[in-house]
């Protein structure tokens, strides 16, 4: 790789980073808030902890959704350690910790790991949040650390096959003075 690109790469991470560090952390098994689920059917294993869920499921703790046509949850001795969810596309949906704007992620599959504490998004994955947009065929969350890893995919007709990030400018508020003249905050 030309040390530009590594330079521009670089760049690109980090402003990533920043634009998705307001994000709280997925769903919280520390919440005294709980995980509510609704779906057209349901499938409960109870010897295997695993509970699969069909049919417009929705999955909400809180102001975090997930939303996606089928939706499996693995619990093991320390409660709920993995969600899997697949839909055209699944959908997940959290507000920024300042309150100031949602970051809003799809891709054709969703998966939630409590003990890697990660959240990944596969196939066609896309965030969206305050106007930033991030694409990929794999998105890497790691909600502790904060950080994003991404890999491009093969060429389709949707997409090049490459990562894509579009990076809203800072913009400068301005507000007019009682003289009509403008000030920057």
Do not use: C
């Amino acid at each position: 790789m030309k040390p530009a690109s590594k330079r521009l790469l670089a760049l690109a991470t980090l402003t990533l980073t920043l634009a998705l560090s307001g994000q709280a952390s997925a769903f919280n098994l520390d919440s005294d808030l709980p995980i509510t689920v609704s779906a057209d059917n349901a499938r409960l294993d109870d010897a295997q902890g695993i509970a699969t869920y069909t049919g417009d499921v929705e999955l909400v703790q809180g102001k975090t959704r997930l939303t996606a046509e089928r939706v499996v949850l693995y619990r093991d001795i320390n409660g709920l350690s993995r969600i899997e969810a697949s839909g055209q596309p699944a959908r997940y949906q959290q507000p920024t910790r300042d309150g100031q704007g949602e970051t809003d992620a799809r891709a054709l599959d969703i998966t939630w790991s409590a003990s890697d504490e990660q959240l990944t998004f596969e196939r066609e994955a896309i965030i969206e949040q305050n106007g930033n947009l991030f694409r990929g065929d794999v998105i890497h969350y790691d909600t502790v650390r904060r950080v994003v890893t991404a890999q491009g995919g093969d060429t389709t007709g949707s997409g090049s096959g490459r990562v894509e990030m579009v990076i809203q400018p800072r913009s400068t508020r301005s507000r007019q003075g009682s003289d009509g003249s403008s000030e920057s905050q």
